[in-house]
């Protein structure tokens, strides 16, 4: 199997050295497939997609399901994320959406992020998970004052189109409620919204899981997929599972060349996170920086940042372009500067940890929910760095299609369902997306 990026990003067997980790141990005691073994259903990723389907397919319909994870628990992009529970889950504005789709199916689509960002907090409630939730919304900053208009504009079609409690904060209102800086030029809220630790919840949601006998299988990593006699046999380097359904739930993860028809679809951006020492009270008073709530700013190459539980701050954007350790390394140093050029007086506060993880973006520009036409495979992907929210809503759509064998079955709005278009020379895709960061950051120097 080809990977998109250099050999250091997927190193499943070494657990990503993020501040997550440092602060959120814990040994689920899992085991590796070591034997052949069948099932009705095989579950590939386990993450919040792959986790919430296999638990909502044993618990409303009783099946018999096998869940395989290539890392352990979470190792994509489930315990490397923000912990931002943000919508929408779509790269695509909204009024382009109503141009493609029309307005209802627009109305439907934000209605089912909403719908994907309260299901996240009832499974935080139903399943016990302390996973350190702080904020009560979600903000949104114009980073130079031409977007204050923007987002003005953006909070109230948020409110009148789609029914999201939205509220506008001029620049001096959120320096006082969230924080000050050099690109801060006024700012929205809107509701639902809140910041967790991804790797606790998602941890949470696999005891949970095993609670309910799901079988679940770490460091196994589907290699191969061949079909016989009706029955899909999935490979590993020490065993098989023969299986009737297959769920394809790795997301940005996604191993081209194990299922033909969904090679060349999804895009993989890697996505970096710093995070800093922690800061005093006289440090963060400096810039005002109060908000515990997360927050995105306008630029077309998003900075998304977060004050988290024990005062430092966690600030993320658009990655390195390589997947090699070493470009890694290089992108934390340049965050580093972006950080300090919006927080100058922060100028002395040393970095704790950097990290990355890949977001998956396809050229329908929104997620995917379906069935591959013809065969007993499902999947759900393309959450455009807003997983936190979709992912495990989606999993639980998920298992609704694989229960009825039918992807026509599902009440959504019609913008999740289908696969994307195959990208044109999908061996191009890395260079297609220089382009368009080039495109951008020119976009964003001239403030438009």
Known sequence: MKNIYHSDIYKFETPINSYWEDISQENLNLKKLTKDTNSEIVVIGGGYTGLLCAINLIENHNLDVILVEAGKIGWGAS?????????????????KMQSIYGREETKNFFKNSVEGSNHTKDIIKEYNIDCDVTGDSNYVVAHHKNKFEQIKEQAEVYKSEFGIETEIYSKEQFNEIGHGGTEQFGAFSYKPGFAINPLKFVNGIARYALSKKLKIYENTKVDKIDKKNGSYILKTKEGSIRSKKIVVATN?????????????????IISNVIVTRKLNEDELNAHNFKTFSPIANTKNLLYYYRKLPDNRILFGTRGDLTGSDQSNLAMSKKMEKFLKYIFPKWSNVSIDYNWRGLIALSQKLNPSIGKIENEEIYYGFGYNGVGVSAAPWTGKQLSKLVFSSNSKDLNISKIYKGLPKKFIFPQLRIFYFRLAVWFYTIKDKLNV
């Not at 315990?79 to 009024?95: D, E, H, I, T």
């Open 79 to 95: 315990s490397r994320n923000a912990g931002f529970n943000c919508l929408p889950p779509s790269k695509m504005s909204f009024k």
């Open 252 to 268: 940005g993860f996604y191993q081209e060349g194990l299922i033909s028809q969904m090679d060349g679809r999804i895009l993989p």
